[in-house]
């Protein structure tokens, strides 16, 4: 295409203002978390004068913040790993035997990507009080891990499908089961593949407060998700914890997207392109 | 080739019998946990919207009763037909607004500009929070006492502009969307970079070769050939929009305030299901599970429709 004098700067200027538009509310909330509430009402876009931690001290001291982390913790690594468990065992079974109602199996965990969950949440409900399990951590476990089993089933099984066959052929003739192959041979060559289904599943589990919302009353249970819902209703006159409270909430996933920013955004990609 | 997959297991059969069983056990644990948290609940709601409903025990079998005071009965059919407006405003700004924007993004990105590394991580950053904390957030700029929007609107001597943003009905609904698009515009630029460098260049070339214009090499070789993640981002958009529940919850409430201009249906949903809504009656859980069945519906034979016009349009070129 012809380079027009003016096409390249319009291009960083579009490119800087978006990204600017894009940044700025995150800056704004790391900022303002640092002013007492009076500074934020008087100086809203302006560095902090008064740098304080004030608002992060009274909101771990007063909110049980702790607890909802750990909490988040606890129901995204139980999800994650139940998940690569059983989508591996799955989708290696689908990529691997042709068995005739392997593509029905495949079709049947597909469905499950078009179909908003959300809408089942009645009687979900009911389900959950009937197996005991409104107010436990468990509930969001075995919802975040049938969640992420058609997404990841779908990633997996076309990561299997690419795996040279003769690998396996060869630990078979030495007497190798199925699930030792699996273990030893393929698992090893898919890390790629996990390392995707890992991070989609762990952003999804960790930001999610739908379910949380209707199966989890009790303080000492909510995730962090519902915990800031509380700490709004309780805080609404306080900007400065609310600051801190929505930074706080957002960091542990900030940091690891700047850890591993290229995986994040390919692992999420990923999904939708495969 | 996939015959060949399956020959050493025929070699199996006969020493090791047990083995040869053990393998379909494997897709157990995930047909389980599927089928008992995400199949049993969605046909079970469509079972509930035949019955009448007290509280959440379950009364006599109506038919479709639930299904015709839907639609008819007040005040539910009113939300539903408002909420419903709102579902497909949703969808419309944000194909545009959101897709439209990510679209520009991701073209800049591909032109190879200094700093699109740094560009592609400020774009993609907002998804990275939750929902709720994005709800909550923008909740706080768009306040309008001490909100940045309106100080930045201040700044800049454009007092006339300042608003109640989400108290004012004619803007509330608007605004939700737009930080809805916020949010999603670094994961569609994301899909429409893909798209884009999947192109193979020669052809971009041969065609400026040939003397077409730059808006040609866009409509005639560009967009056609992004079609596949195009299509992707109409599907997942579609889909995202019309179970969109969070955003407006975590900043409107359950009520879609003010006068639920605001209301998606989802967000009705939410209320007919589980209270908060005006009519918190018997019939709320039924009338909720034909929504969710209405939905569903809806959502299900537009996207396998969007999936087979944009099958059709590719095998067509």
């Given at each position: 295409m012809k380079q027009t004098l003016w096409t390249r700067p319009l291009y960083y200027i579009i490119a800087f203002a978006f990204a600017t538009i894009s940044l700025y509310p995150i800056v704004l909330m790391v900022l303002?978390?640092?002013?007492?509430?009076?500074?934020?009402?008087?100086?809203?876009?302006?560095?902090?004068?008064?740098?304080?931690?004030?608002?992060?001290?009274?909101?771990?001291?007063?909110?049980?913040?702790?607890?909802?982390?750990?909490?988040?913790?606890?129901?995204?690594?139980?999800?994650?790993?139940?998940?690569?468990?059983?989508?591996?065992?799955?989708?290696?079974?689908?990529?691997?035997?042709?068995?005739?109602?392997?593509?029905?199996?495949?079709?049947?965990?597909?469905?499950?990507?078009?179909?908003?969950?959300?809408?089942?949440?009645?009687?979900?409900?009911?389900?959950?009080?009937?197996?005991?399990l409104l107010n436990s951590l468990w509930s969001l476990i075995f919802m975040y891990t049938a969640g992420g089993i058609p997404l990841s089933i779908l990633i997996l099984t076309g990561f299997f499908r690419t795996m040279p066959v003769e690998l396996e052929e060869a630990a078979r003739m030495d007497?190798?089961?199925?699930?030792?192959?699996?273990?030893?041979?393929?698992?090893?060559?898919?890390?790629p593949a996990l390392g995707t289904v890992m991070i989609i599943n762990f952003i999804s589990s960790w930001n999610d407060f739908f379910f949380p919302l209707i199966f989890i009353t009790d303080e000492m249970k909510k995730t962090i998700p519902v915990g800031m819902l509380s700490?709004?209703?309780?805080?609404?006159?306080?900007?400065?914890?609310?600051?801190?409270?929505?930074?706080?909430?957002?960091?542990?996933?900030?940091?690891?997207?700047?850890?591993?920013?290229?995986?994040?955004?390919?692992?999420?990609?990923a999904g939708a392109v495969k | 080739m996939q015959i060949e997959t399956n020959t050493p297991i025929v070699k199996q059969k006969k020493t090791r019998n047990w083995k040869r069983w053990a393998i379909h056990l494997f897709p157990i644990p995930a047909l389980l946990i599927f089928s008992i948290f995400i199949v049993y609940p969605l046909v079970a709601?469509?079972?509930?919207?035949?019955y009448d409903w007290n509280g959440i025990t379950r009364g006599a079998f109506v038919g479709l009763a639930n299904f015709i005071d839907l639609f008819t009965l007040q005040p539910f059919s009113n939300m539903f037909w408002n909420a419903a407006k709102n579902n497909v405003l949703y969808f419309v700004v944000q194909m545009i607004v959101q897709n439209g924007i990510a679209f520009v993004l991701a073209f800049i990105i591909y032109k190879r500009i200094k700093g699109s590394e740094f560009l592609k991580v400020a774009y993609f950053l907002p998804r990275l929070l939750s929902v709720i904390v994005v709800g909550f957030l923008w909740k706080l700029i768009l306040n309008p006492n001490f909100g940045a929007l309106n100080v930045i609107l201040g700044e800049f001597g454009m007092e006339s502009l300042q608003k109640a943003w989400l108290g004012d009905p004619k803007t509330a609904l608007m605004a939700i969307i737009l930080v809805n698009c916020w949010f999603g515009i670094g994961f569609a630029m994301l899909i429409f970079l893909a798209g884009l460098q999947s192109i193979p260049k020669e052809l971009v070339e041969a065609a400026?070769?040939?003397?077409?214009?730059?808006?040609?090499?866009?409509?005639?070789?560009?967009?056609?050939?992004?079609?596949?993640?195009?299509?992707?981002?109409?599907?997942?958009?579609?889909?995202?929009?019309?179970?969109?529940?969070?955003?407006?919850?975590?900043?409107?409430?359950?009520?879609?305030?003010?006068?639920?201009?605001?209301?998606?249906?989802?967000?009705?949903?939410?209320?007919?299901?589980?209270?908060?809504?005006?009519?918190?009656?018997?019939?709320?859980?039924?009338?909720?599970?034909?929504?969710?069945?209405?939905?569903?519906?809806?959502?299900?034979?537009?996207?396998?429709?969007?999936?087979?016009?944009?099958?059709?349009?590719?095998?067509?070129?």
């Open positions: 303002s978390s640092f002013k007492p509430s009076a500074e934020i009402f008087m100086n809203p876009l302006s560095f902090p004068k008064n740098f304080s931690l004030d608002t992060y001290r009274r909101l771990i001291e007063e909110v049980p913040f702790g607890t909802y982390f750990f909490n988040s913790v606890f129901v995204s690594v139980i999800s994650v790993l139940l998940i690569l468990v059983t989508t591996s065992l799955a989708a290696f079974y689908i990529a691997r035997y042709t068995f005739w109602w392997n593509n029905f199996l495949f079709f049947f965990f597909l469905m499950g990507m078009m179909i908003p969950i959300k809408l089942g949440i009645v009687p979900l409900f009911i389900l959950m009080k009937d197996l005991g007497g190798a089961s199925d699930l030792r192959i699996l273990w030893s041979v393929l698992i090893p060559l898919i890390r700490l709004f209703g309780e805080y609404s006159a306080d900007w400065g914890t609310l600051f801190a409270g929505l930074t706080l909430s957002s960091l542990p996933m900030i940091i690891l997207f700047f850890v591993a920013s290229k995986q994040f955004m390919d692992g999420l990609t | 709601a469509l079972s509930y919207s035949f400026k070769l040939d003397g077409a214009n730059g808006a040609n090499v866009i409509t005639k070789i560009i967009l056609p050939l992004m079609l596949p993640s195009i299509m992707i981002m109409t599907v997942l958009t579609f889909i995202q929009s019309f179970e969109a529940f969070e955003l407006v919850y975590a900043m409107q409430g359950s009520q879609g305030e003010p006068y639920y201009s605001t209301d998606l249906l989802a967000v009705f949903f939410y209320r007919l299901a589980f209270g908060g809504s005006a009519a918190g009656d018997s019939t709320a859980v039924g009338l909720g599970s034909a929504l969710a069945v209405v939905l569903f519906l809806f959502i299900a034979t537009c996207t396998a429709l969007l999936l087979k016009y944009m099958q059709k349009k590719q095998v067509e070129m």
